[in-house]
């Protein structure tokens, strides 16, 4: 099954409004990293967070290692939010690739 | 500002035909990759490399090629482009191996016909 799984699969908001993606690890991890990847776009690294919480703006990522999980919450969304999020983590054993998940396609209303 | 520049951007190429994507990074960075994304999917690792003249297997190898002739420059290259090969491909830099954070490029859409 995938290591990574990355929920919802799609979300549309409307502007204004706060959204919660969320990331699953079947595996214990070592650190993970949230990405933003614009439509037909290349990725940028929005959070490295391999444990606690982080904020930027309005983006705070959560990651709880014991609970296999991290969180991406965006406060206030906006237009231009609109793209894909995707979660990576390296795994605490074995390999140190990254492993990606699917991501998250927001859509943010006017 | 780190940078990492891909090309060509976009690529048509026949089936059978040989393909080269080449990677450019101003970073500094020993460690590159090269990504490829399906539809709908997340990222797979193809092949890296984390010092000039020498690269190592990611996940998906097969059919697939890398040349690392300086520190600088990373090429992925299909000797016999398939169908199945039709994706967007992504090179990245780190600094440090799978840590740290990945400086990606823009992408290269390729349709093999």
């Known amino acids: 099954g995938q290591q990574v799984q990355q929920s919802p699969t799609s979300l549309v908001l409307q502007e204004g409004e706060n959204a919660e993606l969320q990331c699953n690890f079947s595996?214990?991890?070592?650190?993970m990293q949230w990405f933003y990847q614009r439509p037909g776009g290349s990725l940028i690294s929005v959070f490295y967070?391999?444990?606690g919480t982080k904020q930027s703006g309005r983006l705070t990522s959560t990651t709880v290692i014991k609970e296999r999980r991290s969180s991406l919450h965006i406060s206030s969304s906006q237009i231009t939010d609109s793209g894909t999020y995707l979660c990576?983590?390296?795994?605490?054993?074995?390999?140190?690739?990254?492993?990606f998940g699917s991501g998250t396609q927001l859509t943010v209303m006017p | 500002e780190a940078a990492v520049t891909q090309s060509p951007r976009s690529k048509v190429a026949v089936t059978g035909g040989k393909v080269t994507l080449s990677c450019h990074q101003t970073?500094?960075?020993?460690?590159m990759y090269w990504y490829r994304q399906d539809t709908g999917h997340g990222l797979r690792l193809i092949h890296y490399?984390?010092?000039?003249?020498?690269?190592e297997k990611g996940d998906i190898p097969d059919g697939y090629k890398a040349s690392r002739p300086s520190q600088e420059n990373f090429s992925l290259i299909l000797e016999l482009a398939s169908l199945s090969q039709t994706a967007v491909y992504f090179c990245?830099?780190?600094?440090?191996?799978?840590?740290?954070?990945?400086?990606f490029g823009a992408g290269t859409r390729l349709s093999v016909l």
């Open positions: 595996t214990s991890l070592n650190s």
């Open positions: 990576a983590m390296v795994a605490s054993s074995g390999s140190w690739q990254l492993i």
């Open positions: 970073n500094n960075h020993d460690y």
């Open positions: 967070n391999p444990s």
């Open positions: 490399s984390y010092v000039a003249d020498s690269t």
């Open positions: 990245a830099s780190s600094d440090i191996l799978g840590e740290n954070t990945l400086y």
